[in-house]
């Protein structure tokens, strides 16, 4: 007994137990709620099924987590502009393709330059960002509220107030599936970003300076570390994937409409870190746990869908539900529960002793 006792306190004290157990939860309520949602199916060569749209529909959430990541953990605070950024991705993306026209039945410039220019546009959002962080020393939130405010201002003068449609198939291939391909596209960018960055950041010490910067900044830079570099690299990477979500994203509606590309997804990108069991005070991080709490935002919407809840009662279900989960992985209710598990424990020596 003592030993399974042992094994469940292993288990539990996991640093991503509560994630993934968050995340086991929310999915098994749809055995109850909704027997048919685990089923997939193949229709037309390529699969279908809720659980295909979770990992599918996910996936910008998945890459803009892992960039948010990165910039909470140095610099604990957020970057509110990403959903903007992807925005004024597609935008500038699609005009070039369109070559400013309303809509094309064929590209105006090369692909591969439009995508080329579209990410420049995200580097250069998040060099702002880093700029006004690292530099001018400005709180992230109000410095990035910049761009959150005038991003999608931007893109809609990019395409003129108009939504840029790009009717040319290729184009859709990065949203939507490859031909031949049954898994969806976005599923495989999303994968391999996780992939490559947490290679990087475990492979090199780019991980490790980063929590050094995030833990204290004056510190590291007694020990050679330049956090003002870091934290401006940090920004601009998490502008460069915003970039890659925003090209996803539209890809999957072929066309740019800089009202909607992104709306909202900063905050699911923020509530995703702190899901995965990341501080938002900066410091040691999970990319996993991050990718883990992406997930689970989005199968707790594809839920509340297949439970015929309207969309626009979702966010309050969403929030409330939110709420739970991160309480239960707050460092206040944790000591609470061990609190109330030493009790236990000492009731139970009692017992033995009276014995």
């Not at 020393?137 to 893109?155: C, K, S």
């Not at 970003?193 to 300076?209: D, E, S």
Request: with cysteine; proline share 3%; glycine share 10%.
């Amino acid at each position: 007994m003592s030993d399974l006792r042992t094994k469940l306190n292993k288990v539990t004290h996991y640093k991503l137990f509560l994630p993934i157990f968050c995340l086991c939860l929310v999915l098994m309520i749809n055995i109850i709620t909704t027997p048919d949602f685990f089923h997939v199916e193949v229709r037309n060569g390529v699969l279908y099924g809720r659980l295909i749209d979770i990992v599918n529909r996910a996936s910008e959430l998945v890459i803009l987590s892992v960039g948010m990541t990165l910039v909470v953990a140095v610099s604990a605070g957020t970057d509110i502009s990403v959903g903007a950024v992807m925005a004024v991705t597609a935008a500038i993306t699609t005009n070039i393709l369109a070559g400013g026209e309303v809509s094309v039945n064929e590209y105006h410039a090369p692909l591969i330059f439009a995508v080329f220019m579209g990410l420049l546009a995200g580097v250069a959002c998040g060099a702002w960002n880093g700029f006004l962080v690292a530099k001018m020393r400005i709180q992230p939130m109000v410095a990035t509220l910049i761009l959150y405010t005038a991003g999608r201002g931007i893109a809609q003068l990019v395409t003129s107030g108009q939504i840029t449609y790009i009717r040319v198939p290729s184009y859709q291939y990065l949203g939507n599936f490859l031909p031949g391909v049954p898994i969806p596209t976005p599923v495989f960018v999303s994968i391999l970003v996780v992939i490559l960055v947490q290679l990087f950041v475990k492979k090199t010490a780019f991980g490790l300076f980063i929590e050094s910067v995030g833990v204290n900044k004056e510190a590291s830079k007694h020990v050679g570390l330049k956090s003002v570099a870091l934290i401006f690299a940090s920004y601009v990477f998490c502008g460069f994937l915003a970039g890659i979500s925003g090209l996803v994203a539209s890809s999957r509606i072929y066309s740019a409409d800089a009202n909607n590309i992104g709306l909202n997804l900063e905050l699911d990108a923020i509530l995703a870190v702190a899901l995965g069991g990341n501080s938002l005070g900066g410091g040691r991080f999970s990319i996993t746990g991050s990718v883990i709490g992406a997930y689970t935002i989005q199968a707790l919407t594809t839920t509340l869908y297949a439970m015929g809840v309207s969309a626009d009662q979702i966010p309050v279900y969403k929030a409330i539900v939110v709420v739970i989960i991160v309480s239960l992985q707050s460092p206040e209710f944790q000591r609470y529960m061990r609190r109330i598990k030493a009790r236990f424990a000492a009731g139970r020596e009692l017992k033995e002793v009276a014995r």
